[in-house]
């Protein structure tokens, strides 16, 4: 038996899913069709998201439901209300050629009486999360003693979110005879528990090792010294310029801090955490799932639920405590026949986890060199020109310009017009990894050496470190000033120490540096503005706020007494100025709510 057809699904169902484009069953509906079609034993089933599990469980109920009788015939029960209606709407469209079938998803975060009314016009299928769903029976309003079947997915998550108790009650109020079918990617210990109690002499069927994951997934990680977590992952994110990702942290204030500083970085992406509301939520998801976002930092909560099957990457900036977790979040890629890369990354400490993770995902994991910027800027520079390849070309409307556009470029080579074309897209590449330092450990480093292949010029790697500070003492420092000065106690070593200690692994160089009496002013190696700007917000110095501005170059010869005077009097007017921006800055809510390091 290897079509639907076969199988002995009814002809209102086959249309439906012929019209979805199913030709064939994947390998757990193969598996759990039969089970559901031809006994009422009950079933435990173990698969992944993104393997058709919702098809394989759904498909064989609407084949036996007769939408003639009256009352509820099964409860789907769902650990989030996006997956809850995920399932709601493909059961309906499995359904839509069943005269009188009704399904209705019943979730938290939306109008209970609503949901109430459409269960009192009938249905025969309810999808709810538990949480609503134990709400709806306490207050009668939601009656189960009719249920032929009990659908628990993802049932591990249920569990993990802390879900069980609610169970236990909804469970309780079903009949005795009733098909339970119990899907899961994982077995924990308290699913045992749960399977033992509920369910009477399961059959365990599972497409492939209930254990392992999606094999279109490749497990890589990067390691890392701890203070280049955050540069390493835009390493990550620049060498894949086609990403389209899930970052997941551990909490919610890290997931807002990675995301905010991606976003101040320029990077296309949002925060989802469980601090949002659910129209917040709902937002955010939507702009992912519609690409208007290329990247979601999330934390593993939010991120439940969230259906999207194309994803490039699942990063893992730190790994979850529990194995299971990392199952989860790996399981998000490489779904629908797409290929995918789980990337985790990992310090020496954390690199011991990964004999337990292989154990129990199957596989192996393979380390990767953490990029250096000449790797980054051949894989956007490449990517730029295919993307100027690819670029349709709106005849109609550029032709027109034609001849004004040849006139202004009539005296510039094909080269010329060539590599301005790509410079406008690209000099922010190129100016943010010239020099950037080799982020790998010094061992990996040497490996790096020995298996480099002969692509040519090395030399931003290779340029010693006194020519790296000659060359960016020329061309690339800028001057900054700072409100410390000598009457605070401020000196070159603190500030070093402040500067080492927050700019979270960058170790950008620094210049020249004057200890004024009120105030002092020191170079640092550009491009570094917003990341210094965001440590200060970290800092305080003997009690006072520390405030860091881009200041003039340093004037010749480092000017006369007269011209330091001028210098300090127009500096007082911007401390005023700075004063106001820390203001601004303690009335925005959480943004601000970050500690400040006191030294
Ligand atoms: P699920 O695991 O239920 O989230 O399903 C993942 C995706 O696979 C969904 O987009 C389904 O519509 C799709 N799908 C499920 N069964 C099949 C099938 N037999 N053939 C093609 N696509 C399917």
């Not at 977790?325 to 400490?349: D, E, F, P, Q, W």
């Not at 790998?440 to 500070?469: C, V, Y």
Request: net charge positive; with cysteine; charged share 30%.
């Amino acid at each position: 038996m290897s079509t639907f057809k076969e199988m002995g699904l009814k002809s209102e169902i086959l249309s439906a899913i012929t019209d979805l484009g199913y030709e064939n069953p994947t390998p757990i509906q193969k598996l759990a069709l039969p089970k559901v079609l031809e006994s009422k034993q009950d079933l435990i089933a173990f698969a992944q998201t993104g393997t058709g599990k919702t098809a394989a469980f759904s498909l064989p109920i609407l084949n036996q439901i007769d939408p003639n009788k009256d009352g509820i015939k099964c409860i789907v029960l769902s650990p989030t209300r996006e997956l809850g209606l995920q399932i709601a709407e493909d059961i309906k469209s499995y359904s839509k050629n069943m005269p009188g079938f009704k399904v209705v998803p019943v979730y938290g975060g939306a109008d209970i009486n609503q949901q109430i009314r459409k269960l009192e016009r009938g249905c025969d299928v309810v999808v709810g999360t538990p949480g609503r769903t134990l709400d709806l029976i306490k207050r009668n309003r939601l009656n189960l003693e009719g249920v032929q079947y009990l659908v628990l997915d993802e049932a591990d998550e249920m569990l993990s979110m802390g879900f069980a108790d609610d169970l236990d009650a909804i469970l309780a109020n079903t009949p005795q005879e009733k098909q339970t079918l119990l899907f899961s990617a994982t077995m924990p210990p308290d699913m045992v528990k749960l399977s033992k109690k509920y369910m009477t002499d399961p059959a365990e069927i599972s497409a492939g090792n209930k254990k392992q994951a999606n094999t279109n997934v490749t497990h890589q990680y990067y390691k890392i010294n701890s203070r280049d977590r955050y540069p390493s992952l835009k390493r990550a994110v620049d060498v894949a310029p086609d990403i389209y990702g899930i970052i997941f942290c551990r909490t919610r204030a890290e997931t807002k801090e990675v995301a905010e500083r991606l976003a101040e970085d320029g990077y296309n992406t949002d925060a989802l955490h469980g601090d949002l509301s659910q129209a917040q939520r709902d937002y955010v998801m939507n702009r992912f799932r519609n690409r208007q976002l290329q990247l979601l930092v999330a934390t593993d909560v939010a991120a439940r639920g969230l259906d999207v099957n194309e994803l490039t990457h699942v990063i893992n900036f730190k790994l979850p405590d529990e194995d299971d977790v990392y199952v989860h979040r790996s399981g998000r890629t490489g779904r629908a026949a797409n290929v995918g890369i789980s990337l985790s990354l990992l310090t020496s400490k954390e690199e011991s986890r990964l004999r337990y993770l292989e154990k129990k995902i199957g596989r192996k994991f393979e380390k990767v060199l953490i990029p250096n910027g000449q790797e980054i800027c051949e894989k956007q520079l490449f990517s730029l020109i295919d993307n100027i390849k690819e670029t349709e070309i709106a005849n109609s409307h550029i032709d027109g310009f034609l001849p004004q556009i040849f006139d202004m470029f009539k005296d510039m080579s094909k080269e010329e017009v060539l590599k301005k074309i790509v410079s406008t897209e690209f000099n922010r590449f190129l100016e943010y990894y010239r020099d950037a330092p080799d982020l790998n450990k010094t061992s990996d480093k040497r490996e790096r050496e020995r298996n480099k292949d002969n692509r040519g010029d090395d030399s931003g790697e290779r340029r010693s470190r006194r020519e790296r500070r000659e060359h960016k003492t020329a061309a690339h420092m800028t001057r900054y000033f700072i409100n410390q000065g000598k009457k605070d106690g401020f000196s070159p070593k603190l500030l070093m120490g402040m500067i080492n200690s927050h700019m979270d692994g960058l170790s950008p160089e620094i210049g020249q540096i004057e200890i004024m009496k009120m105030f002092s002013f020191f170079e640092m190696e550009s491009g570094h503005t917003s990341d210094l700007q965001r440590a200060a917000k970290q800092m305080e110095f003997n009690g006072r706020e520390v405030a860091i501005e881009e200041s003039s170059p340093r004037p010749e010869g480092g000017g006369d007494r007269k011209e330091k005077r001028n210098r300090r009097r127009g500096r007082n007017n911007d401390q005023r100025g700075s004063g106001g921006r820390s203001r601004r800055r303690q009335s925005s809510g959480s943004h601000g709510a970050k500690r400040r390091r006191r030294y």
